[in-house]
C-alpha cells in the first residue's frame, strides 16, 4: 500500500513538473511581442513636401530592420552578444534604410536573426527563438527570422531582413508572408554586415502586395515604365511533384490564376531537373557528395551544395580573423560550417562560379524578357521547434534547394502564402530573371487576388472530392503526350492526348496537342477538328489558329487557312512562323 502511495506522489509530481513546464512553454509563446525584437526605436521621416507636390510614396506606414542594419549611434547586434560586446556604435544609418524612411516610413525597432546571420531555420541560441504566429509549434526560419515574424504578427506593415541563400525566402514561407528577394546587386548593401558577398541581398517582407511592391519601388529606384504581362510563364512540374504538402494544389492555383489573368498560351510546363542538368554542366563536379549517407545528385540539391560552399568560404573571408580574435560562443552550425569551410579549395570556389555563369545564362534562355519560373519556396514544412534534424548538412541542403535558383543565377524571386496544410503554411515562389525586379513585382500585384482565389477553391474541390484528381491525372497524361511527342511516337501520343481530354474535356491545350500529333500523321481532318475546338475553348490560343491554318492549307482551304495565320499574327505580332506562311499563301493565292 505504501510502495503505491509513494508511486502516486511520484506521478503526481511528474505531472505537476510537466504542467509547469508547459506553462513556461505557453508564456514564450504569447511573449507580447512574439520575440520578434531585440531593441526598440523609432526613426520619423522628413516633413511631407508642400503641396503640389506628392506626399512621400511611403506614408503612413511602419517597418521593422534586421539586426544587420547600422543605425546612427547603435551598435549591431549581428545575432551575437560577443558580436555587440566587441563592436562600437555605428557612425551612419544603412542607405537602405535611409531610403525608406526619407521615402515616408516609420522604423520601430530591430529585428532578431541566427547567430551570424548564418542559419536558415530561425533557431537562436543566444536569446529566444521567436516564435512563428501562424504555426507556434514550428520555427520560423532564418536568418531573418524576427523580421519574417514582425509582419506575421502585424507589428509592422512591411521588414527589411538579408538574403543569400534563403535567408527572406525562407521564413516568409514559414510564417506565410510575402517575401521578396531582389536581383544581386539592385539595392544597396551599404552599412550592411555582410554574410556572403556574392550572394547577399536586402529583402522584405509584407502581408499586402501593394506594399511590397511600393518599398521595391523605393528601394530598387526604378525609373517609370508601362507594367508588362508575362509572356511565359514555366511550371517545374517535378519540383512540385517532391513535396510533402499537396503541390499539385498549388500548381493547379497557379495554373488556373495564369490562364484566367493571361490566357493559356504563355503556360508552359518543364521538367527543371532535366533542363538544369543539360544547361548547367558544371554540377556534375558535385554530384559524387553525398547526404545522409545517401548520393542525392538532384540538380537543384547539387546547386545549394554548391550555394553553401560559396557561402561559407565567403563567410570565413569575412569573419574568420574575428572569430579566432574574439573566441565567441558560436551555433554548433556555425562552427561546423566553419571547420568545412577550411578545407574548401580554390578549385571548388572556380566551379561555384562556372555554376553562377552557367546558371544565370540557363535562367536567361529559359524565361527571356518577361517570363516567369513557378517552383515551390521550400520542399517540406517548417521544423518543429527544438527538432535536431536542423543542425544536419542534410537539412541545410533540403531547405535550400529551390532557393539556389535564384540566388546562384543572379535572378529574383518573391515568395507568396497561398494557405495551410496540416496546419503549417504553404506557398509558391515566382522567379524572374536578373533585372526583371519590377516586372516581378508588377505581376505578383496583378495575380495576388486570383491566386488567393484559385487556391481556396483548390483546397475546397480537393477536400470535397476527386474533381482536382481528374486535373491531375489528365496534366498527367498530357505530359506523357508530350513525351511520346518529342520521341516522334505520334500514334502513342495521340492516345495520351484522348485520354487526358476525356478526364477533362475543357482543356485547349489538349485539343491543341492532339491537333499537332494529327498532323504529324497527316489526319488533316482531324486536325482541323481539333484545332477549331481548341480555339472554341481559348480564342487566344495562337498554337491552334497555327494549326489548323496548316492543316487547312494542306487540305486545300487556301483563303480559310490566311485568315487562321493572320490571326495568329494578331495576337502575336512577332511570330515568325504565322508570318511567313500567310505571306507564303498570299503570294500564291493573292
Known amino acids: 500500500m505504501a510502495s503505491q502511495s509513494a508511486n502516486l506522489w511520484v506521478l503526481l509530481g511528474l505531472g505537476l513538473a510537466g504542467i509547469l513546464i508547459m506553462t513556461r512553454k505557453l508564456k514564450k509563446a504569447v511573449k507580447a511581442d512574439f520575440g520578434a525584437f531585440v531593441e526598440r526605436l523609432k526613426l520619423l521621416p522628413p516633413p511631407q513636401p508642400p503641396p503640389p507636390k506628392a506626399p512621400h510614396p511611403l506614408t503612413g506606414f511602419s517597418f521593422a530592420i534586421s539586426d544587420v542594419f547600422d543605425v546612427n549611434g547603435f551598435v549591431t547586434g549581428f545575432g551575437n552578444p560577443d558580436w555587440s560586446r566587441t563592436h562600437e556604435p555605428a557612425s551612419q544609418t544603412?542607405?537602405?534604410?535611409?531610403?525608406?524612411?526619407?521615402?515616408?516610413?516609420?522604423?520601430?525597432?530591430?529585428?532578431?536573426?541566427?547567430?551570424?546571420?548564418?542559419?536558415?531555420?530561425?533557431?537562436?541560441?543566444?536569446?529566444?527563438?521567436?516564435?512563428?504566429?501562424?504555426?507556434p509549434a514550428r520555427m520560423p526560419g532564418g536568418s531573418s527570422s524576427g523580421a519574417a515574424v514582425a509582419?506575421?504578427?502585424?507589428?509592422?506593415?512591411?521588414?527589411?531582413?538579408?538574403?543569400?541563400?534563403?535567408g527572406v525566402r525562407v521564413p516568409a514561407a514559414y510564417c506565410g508572408v510575402l517575401g521578396f528577394r531582389p536581383s544581386h546587386g539592385t539595392v544597396s548593401h551599404?552599412?550592411?554586415?555582410?554574410?556572403?558577398?556574392s550572394l547577399d541581398t536586402v529583402g522584405w517582407f509584407a502581408r499586402d502586395p501593394s506594399i511590397l511592391r511600393r518599398v521595391g519601388h523605393v528601394l530598387l529606384q526604378v525609373p517609370f515604365a508601362a507594367q508588362r504581362n508575362p509572356r511565359n510563364v514555366v511550371i517545374a512540374d517535378d519540383c512540385f511533384q517532391l513535396l510533402k504538402s499537396p503541390g499539385d494544389?498549388?500548381?493547379?492555383?497557379?495554373?488556373?490564376?495564369?490562364?484566367?489573368?493571361?490566357?493559356?498560351?504563355?503556360?508552359?510546363?518543364?521538367?527543371?531537373?532535366?533542363?538544369l542538368n543539360s544547361k548547367v554542366p558544371s554540377l556534375k563536379l558535385f554530384a559524387d557528395k553525398k547526404f545522409n549517407g545517401e548520393r542525392k545528385s538532384s540538380s537543384t540539391n547539387l546547386l545549394a551544395f554548391a550555394m553553401h560552399m560559396l557561402r561559407r568560404h565567403e563567410f570565413k573571408q569575412n569573419h574568420l580573423e574575428w572569430i579566432n580574435a574574439a573566441k565567441p560562443?558560436?551555433?554548433?552550425?556555425?562552427?561546423?560550417?566553419?571547420?568545412?569551410?577550411?578545407?574548401?579549395?580554390?578549385?571548388?570556389?572556380?566551379s561555384c562560379h562556372a555554376i553562377r555563369n552557367e546558371m544565370r545564362s540557363a535562367l536567361n534562355d529559359l524565361l527571356k524578357d518577361d517570363g516567369i519560373l513557378v517552383i515551390p519556396t521550400v520542399a517540406e514544412p517548417p521544423p518543429k521547434t527544438g527538432a535536431k534534424e536542423i543542425q544536419s548538412e542534410d537539412y541545410q541542403i533540403r531547405s535550400c534547394s529551390f532557393s539556389s535558383i535564384a540566388s546562384m543565377s543572379g535572378g529574383?524571386?518573391?515568395?507568396?502564402?497561398?494557405?495551410?496544410?496540416?496546419?503549417?503554411?504553404?506557398?509558391?515562389?515566382?522567379?524572374?530573371?536578373?533585372?526583371?525586379?519590377?516586372?516581378?513585382?508588377?505581376?505578383?500585384?496583378?495575380?495576388y487576388a486570383d491566386l488567393q482565389e484559385q487556391a481556396e477553391l483548390a483546397t475546397k474541390t480537393s477536400a470535397s472530392g476527386n474533381a482536382l484528381s481528374k486535373e491531375t491525372s489528365a496534366e498527367m497524361a498530357k505530359e506523357k503526350g508530350n513525351q511520346a511527342f518529342k520521341e516522334k511516337?505520334?500514334?502513342?501520343?495521340?492516345?495520351?492526348?484522348?485520354?487526358?481530354?476525356?478526364?477533362?474535356?475543357?482543356s485547349a491545350t489538349y485539343f491543341s496537342n492532339r491537333a499537332a500529333a494529327h498532323l504529324e500523321m497527316g489526319n488533316f481532318l482531324q486536325a482541323e477538328a481539333d484545332s477549331s475546338k481548341a480555339?472554341?475553348?481559348?480564342?487566344?490560343?495562337?498554337?491552334?489558329?497555327?494549326?489548323?491554318?496548316?492543316?487547312?492549307?494542306?487540305?486545300?482551304?487556301?483563303?480559310?487557312?490566311?485568315?487562321?495565320?493572320?490571326?495568329?499574327?494578331?495576337?502575336?505580332?512577332?511570330?515568325?512562323?504565322?508570318?511567313?506562311?500567310?505571306d507564303r499563301l498570299k503570294k500564291l493565292f493573292p
Open 151 to 166: 509582419v506575421a504578427a502585424n507589428f509592422v506593415d512591411f521588414s527589411l531582413g538579408t538574403d543569400a541563400v534563403g
Open 249 to 275: 494544389r498549388v500548381s493547379q492555383a497557379v495554373t488556373k490564376a495564369v490562364e484566367k489573368l493571361f490566357g493559356r498560351q504563355i503556360l508552359r510546363h518543364e521538367n527543371l531537373e532535366a533542363y
Open 329 to 350: 560562443n558560436l551555433d554548433p552550425v556555425i562552427s561546423s560550417q566553419m571547420q568545412g569551410a577550411l578545407e574548401i579549395t580554390d578549385t571548388n570556389i572556380d
Open 190 to 197: 551599404t552599412g550592411i554586415i555582410p554574410v556572403s558577398a
Open 94 to 135: 544603412s542607405t537602405a534604410v535611409t531610403s525608406l524612411v526619407e521615402g515616408g516610413a516609420t522604423c520601430t525597432g530591430r529585428t532578431v536573426v541566427d547567430d551570424m546571420a548564418f542559419g536558415i531555420s530561425g533557431e537562436q541560441i543566444h536569446f529566444d527563438t521567436p516564435t512563428n504566429p501562424a504555426a
Open 412 to 447: 529574383c524571386q518573391v515568395c507568396v502564402p497561398v494557405g495551410f496544410h496540416d496546419k503549417c503554411p504553404i506557398s509558391v515562389s515566382f522567379v524572374a530573371r536578373q533585372g526583371g525586379d519590377r516586372f516581378l513585382l508588377d505581376t505578383i500585384q496583378t495575380m
Open 535 to 582: 480555339i472554341d475553348l481559348d480564342k487566344k490560343n495562337v498554337k491552334a489558329y497555327l494549326r489548323r491554318g496548316t492543316a487547312r492549307e494542306r487540305l486545300g482551304y487556301y483563303k480559310e487557312a490566311i485568315e487562321d495565320f493572320r490571326y495568329a499574327l494578331v495576337l502575336e505580332p512577332t511570330n515568325k512562323r504565322a508570318s511567313v506562311s500567310a
Open 489 to 506: 511516337q505520334w500514334q502513342k501520343a495521340i492516345g495520351f492526348y484522348t485520354e487526358a481530354i476525356k478526364l477533362n474535356g475543357n
